[in-house]
């Protein structure tokens, strides 16, 4: 079992930074694909990153290429995702997620169904 929890969310202004950060608890993440959702108010949970176990495969969605980037320190069981130039229209709840890939090092996942584990949420408001 794992348990994951985001933090580092807030409040900014456009054009501002954050940081966020997942924490996996009680079990290592090392051989988890990871990444990160978010969902805004009446809307589905949408793809926003994703980090193969190793690190050394990464993939974003069209809206935050280049301006977001994912990473993750297998050491600290800890994925982050650094968002700058941030837009009113990336105001969401944020969600990391893990699945267990043991034998695909490179591999990544970008549909909310296949993954196995989520944290409970950190809400990110951009104002204009």
């Known amino acids: 079992q794992v348990q994951l929890v985001e933090s580092g969310g807030g409040l900014v202004q456009a054009g501002d930074s954050l940081r966020l950060s997942c924490a996996a608890s009680?079990?290592?993440?090392?051989?988890?694909?990871m990444g990160w959702f978010h969902q805004a108010p009446g809307k589905e949970r949408q793809f926003v990153a994703a980090i193969s176990w190793s690190g050394s495969s990464t993939h974003y969605a069209d809206s935050v290429k280049g301006r977001f980037t994912i990473s993750r320190d297998n050491a600290k069981n800890t994925m982050y995702l650094q968002m700058n130039s941030l837009k009113p229209e990336d105001t969401a709840v944020y969600y990391c997620a893990a699945k267990f890939s043991p034998d695909s090092s490179n591999w990544y996942y970008t549909g909310p169904n296949d993954y196995n584990y989520w944290g409970q949420g950190t809400q990110v408001t951009v104002s204009s």
């Open positions: 009680r079990r290592t993440v090392s051989r988890y694909a």
